[in-house]
């Protein structure tokens, strides 16, 4: 089970900011062109770092803890997983947030039209 340490810890991520997409309307999911054009052109880049600073004996990535699947025979595919899930559970968190926010200032902003409305009566 070691061997699934690093896929578990991502799925986890991903269940856990899962809720803000549909309870607090991040938005990020239903944006998934968006999504994917944000995110793929960096997960490709670091990725191209990674393999490069593997093939040059800078790093290396434990095999406990990783499930022996490896891109072009030296990057591990957790990494490549984490290049992905990682800005996404960042982007439904900002989402969330600002999502938060705006609904907290429509609210505000109802609240002094009512009170307004009312003062003039």
């Known amino acids: 089970m070691e061997h699934l340490q690093y896929l578990i810890l991502l799925g ?5 900011t899962l809720p803000l997409e549909l309870a607090l ?3 990020v999911y239903r944006q998934w062109r968006r999504l994917l054009l944000t995110i793929v ?3 490709l880049l670091f990725s191209v770092f990674d393999y490069a600073s593997i093939s040059w004996g800078w790093w290396h990535y434990s095999q406990r803890f990783t499930t ?7 990057l ?3 990494e490549v997983a984490f290049f992905l899930v990682i800005p996404t559970c960042g982007l439904l968190t900002y989402g969330a947030v600002r999502g ?3 609904a907290v200032k429509a609210w505000g ?3 002094r039209e009512r009170r307004s409305s ?3 009566r």
């Open 12 to 16: 986890a991520c991903l269940i856990v």
């Open 25 to 27: 309307r991040a938005r």
């Open 41 to 43: 052109p960096v997960a």
């Open 68 to 74: 022996g699947i490896d891109l072009f025979g030296r």
């Open 100 to 102: 938060s926010t705006e």
């Open 118 to 120: 009312l003062e003039e």
């Open 76 to 78: 591990p595919i957790e």
């Open 109 to 111: 902003d109802w609240l």
